[in-house]
């Protein structure tokens, strides 16, 4: 079978499959399936636009009490007055995923007025290359955001988590661009890889330590012969950070007793037609979306430290 075969096949088992889900997403779920209610609190960083705002949008059609937050407070403002126009219970905050003093007082602000949340989305995110573009200049603000904001929002998160016997959830929006062993964008340094790939002494620590040697390598210019990522190096590696850091986490949490549980996963929302992909995506922002509801409300939840698209689990 020549590569244009084999193109064509993988196109139509991905729209085969955007059907399926399409059809799945609108049978409503059944009320006795229904663990949430408009009590339950949802917050989603990042959520001024794009994946963020229909992943709010969402979850506020399914009844929740949704926290939008963004980092700008005029955008994030307009965005939550859209959603509460629709009739959907929707709150803004203004947050920083990359600032500590932002986090504490919005830590502080969920406390005072709700007592705690449910549910987490890490979307907030950061992409300067567009394209086939692979510049590291902003490499600092693209690892800060991505990863190591991601790591700040689920540590401040877990102390909010109230109990339910459900479970409460985190869902980080990651990148298929951040597999370990992706064909075309894996980690090419063979001890790197092992040393990511091995779940049981991944540690946090390790994945900083992988994180701060790229951007000491960017800093002296030695990076494009450091077995990296080839495309989007920067923003592929700081998604590769947040999968390796959804095992970690979700190892730690694993004891947790019944009514206490927190699941942990991350997922790969496609190539979306957003600002960040440069409106080139492919797949709709509601499509995006999807995989992250799925994990927020998903009836008998037992999966955590895993990674999914399209409502299907995804190797690291």
């Given at each position: 079978m020549d590569k244009t075969d084999k193109r064509e096949r993988a196109k139509e088992r991905r729209e085969k499959r955007r059907q399926e889900i399409s059809?799945?997403?609108?049978?409503?779920?059944?009320?006795?399936?229904?663990?949430?209610?408009?009590?339950?609190?949802?917050?989603?960083?990042?959520?001024?636009?794009?994946?963020?705002?229909?992943?709010?949008?969402?979850?506020?059609l399914h009844g929740l009490t949704v926290v939008l937050t963004s980092r700008e407070t005029a955008v994030g403002e307009e965005a939550a007055k859209v959603l509460q126009e629709g009739g959907?219970?929707?709150v803004f905050h203004q947050l920083?995923?990359?600032?500590?003093?932002?986090?504490?007082?919005?830590?502080?602000?969920?406390?005072?007025?709700?007592?705690?949340?449910?549910?987490?989305?890490?979307?907030?995110?950061?992409?300067h290359n567009v394209g086939s573009e692979n510049s590291v200049e902003f490499a600092e603000k693209?690892?800060?955001?991505?990863?190591?904001?991601?790591?700040?929002?689920?540590?401040?998160?877990?102390?909010?988590?109230?109990?339910?016997?459900?479970?409460?959830?985190?869902?980080?929006?990651?990148s298929r661009l951040g597999r370990l062993n992706g064909r075309k964008n894996r980690i090419s340094n063979d001890e790197l890889r092992q040393q990511l790939e091995d779940v049981d002494s991944l540690s946090e620590d390790k994945v900083d330590a992988v994180v701060n040697k790229f951007l000491g390598q960017v800093k002296d210019g030695s990076w494009t012969s450091g077995?990296?990522?080839?495309?989007?190096?920067?923003?592929?590696?700081?998604?590769?950070?947040?999968?390796?850091?959804?095992?970690?986490?979700?190892r730690e949490l694993s004891g947790r007793p019944e009514g206490e549980k927190i699941y942990i996963n991350c997922y790969c929302p496609g190539w979306v037609k957003t600002a960040m992909t440069g409106w080139a995506?492919?797949?709709?922002?509601?499509?995006g979306a999807d995989t992250a509801i799925?994990?927020?409300?998903?009836?008998?939840?037992?999966i955590s430290g895993k990674f999914f698209a399209e409502r299907r689990e995804i190797h690291f």
């Open positions: 059809l799945i997403r609108s049978i409503p779920y059944s009320d006795h399936q229904r663990w949430w209610s408009a009590d339950t609190i949802a917050v989603v960083t990042g959520a001024n636009r794009g994946i963020g705002f229909e992943i709010a949008h969402q979850l506020g959907l219970k929707v920083d995923v990359i600032d500590h003093e932002s986090i504490n007082s919005f830590c502080t602000w969920i406390k005072e007025n709700y007592g705690g949340i449910d549910i987490l989305i890490n979307n907030a995110g950061f992409n693209v690892i800060a955001t991505n990863y190591f904001g991601t790591k700040y929002m689920v540590k401040a998160a877990i102390p909010l988590m109230r109990r339910n016997n459900a479970g409460a959830r985190i869902v980080s929006v990651s077995g990296w990522p080839q495309n989007n190096t920067d923003y592929s590696l700081s998604k590769l950070a947040v999968n390796a850091y959804t095992r970690v986490v979700a995506g492919q797949v709709t922002t509601e499509e799925w994990l927020s409300l998903l009836p008998d939840m037992r």
